[in-house]
């Protein structure tokens, strides 16, 4: 038997007040600060410790290496892979372990209680401890071609890509001991290497200078900046100014490695912790800085190696460095 008909209707019996939208979580045990090799590896790291992780990706989720092409110094991948689908791999896999992964970029941070606080653009988060991941970028030449040719000829590693080309003749651009080692590493694949620096004299240490001025490969241009760059799908040419001559000169190259400084992402954390002379962060026991719970990993401290593995690596540590540290404070 049917029910008797009430004369109400479904829709008029539904609950019609209004719902209460679920409140975002804010609250986490670890709060990791960039998305490259180092925070990727410190959220797996620390999420497979059973600790709830936050990473914020800033601006440019990733890091450095969704600017590269083949990837073939990375253990694991017999055949290379290139930079952006490493990263894709390394944040599927940072998520699977259980790390909340939010694509937004920290704007302010407050380290000084023992709960600390990172500001976004529209939240703010709390973290018991907090790694910060925020890498450095190369500094550029500021060259349109520069942007044109960004990993078709253009690089700021020589570690890197060296390999890639054997053959060919290449610039470095730049005086210090970075350029000196990139010019001394690279002839062991290039037929020369043309060394522009903008002085008549190198920065680099007098050892590195003697290494370079016995190498028969190098060439030494002074006085003398890279003023364009050219080529069809590839850099096939730059022109070098001497800046005291005005002197043109076009190289055939196919390679221009800049070797001019790294700027260390670290303005967001000025008088909160300790930084160096070059805005790199300070270490002062393992990966801890100089405030307890604050922990860094990857380029934002290291000037030397710059390596996407050596950049995972301190992203390793600096997570069982946080696993003592909240164990000893819980």
Same mark, same amino acid.
């Given at each position: 038997?049917?029910?008797?008909?009430?004369?109400?209707?479904? +829709?008029?019996?539904?609950?019609?007040?209004?719902?209460?939208?679920?409140?975002? =979580?804010?609250?986490?045990?670890?709060?990791?600060?960039?998305?490259?090799?180092?925070?990727?590896?410190?959220?797996?790291?620390?999420?497979?410790?059973?600790?709830?992780? +936050?990473?914020?990706?800033?601006?440019?989720?990733?890091?450095? +290496?969704?600017?590269?092409?083949?990837?073939?110094?990375?253990?694991?991948?017999?055949?290379?892979?290139?930079?952006?689908?490493?990263?894709?791999?390394?944040?599927?896999?940072?998520?699977?372990?259980?790390? /909340?992964?939010?694509?937004?970029?920290?704007?302010?941070?407050? @380290?000084?209680?023992?709960? @600390?606080?990172?500001?976004?653009?529209?939240?703010?988060?709390?973290?018991?401890?907090?790694?910060?991941?925020?890498?450095?970028?190369?500094?550029? +030449?500021?060259?349109?071609?520069?942007?044109?040719?960004?990993?078709?000829?253009?690089?700021?590693?020589? /570690?890197?890509?060296?390999?890639?080309?054997?053959?060919?003749?290449?610039?470095?651009?730049?005086?210090?001991?970075?350029?000196?080692?990139?010019?001394? @590493?690279?002839?062991?694949?290039?037929?020369?290497?043309?060394?522009?620096?903008?002085?008549?004299? *190198?920065?680099?240490? =007098?050892?590195m200078q003697e290494r370079a001025f016995n190498n028969e490969k190098i060439k030494f241009h002074w006085d003398s900046e890279v003023i364009n760059i050219k080529g069809d799908q590839k850099m096939q040419q730059a022109v070098i100014k001497n800046i005291k001559t005005n002197e043109e000169t076009a190289l055939d190259v196919g390679g221009l490695f800049v070797a001019i400084g790294?700027?260390?992402?670290?303005?967001?954390?000025?008088?909160?912790?300790?930084?160096?002379?070059?805005?790199?962060?300070? *270490?002062?026991?393992?990966?801890?800085?100089?405030?307890?719970?604050?922990?860094?990993?990857?380029?934002?401290?290291?000037? /030397?190696?710059?390596?996407?593995?050596?950049?995972?690596?301190?992203?390793?540590?600096?997570?069982?460095?946080?696993?003592?540290? *909240?164990?000893?404070?819980?």
């Open positions: 038997m049917m029910a008797a008909d009430s004369g109400v209707s479904v +829709l008029e019996n539904e609950d019609k007040s209004p719902k209460i939208p679920e409140k975002k =979580k804010t609250e986490f045990d670890v709060v990791i600060i960039g998305a490259g090799p180092s925070g990727y590896t410190a959220g797996i790291y620390c999420s497979r410790a059973g600790y709830d992780t +936050l990473i914020l990706s800033g601006i440019l989720p990733g890091g450095q +290496l969704v600017n590269t092409t083949e990837v073939e110094n990375y253990p694991g991948f017999e055949k290379g892979i290139m930079g952006p689908d490493l990263m894709i791999e390394m944040r599927k896999q940072t998520q699977r372990m259980g790390t /909340t992964i939010i694509d937004d970029e920290a704007v302010d941070v407050d @380290f000084r209680s023992s709960t @600390f606080k990172i500001l976004t653009g529209s939240e703010e988060y709390e973290g018991r401890a907090v790694i910060i991941a925020t890498g450095a970028n190369p500094r550029k +030449l500021g060259l349109e071609g520069e942007k044109t040719f960004a990993g078709k000829g253009v690089s700021y590693c020589a /570690t890197c890509d060296g390999p890639f080309f054997r053959n060919q003749e290449l610039i470095v651009v730049g005086g210090g001991d970075s350029a000196i080692e990139e010019a001394t @590493f690279l002839t062991k694949f290039a037929t020369r290497v043309h060394l522009v620096h903008r002085r008549k004299e *190198l920065r680099a240490s =007098k050892v790294h700027q260390p992402n670290t303005k967001l954390f000025k008088n909160q912790i300790d930084l160096d002379d070059e805005d790199y962060i300070i *270490l002062k026991n393992k990966t801890q800085t100089n405030i307890e719970g604050v922990f860094a990993a990857g380029d934002v401290h290291d000037r /030397t190696y710059r390596q996407a593995i050596t950049a995972a690596g301190f992203g390793c540590m600096a997570a069982i460095d946080v696993d003592k540290y *909240l164990t000893e404070n819980s």
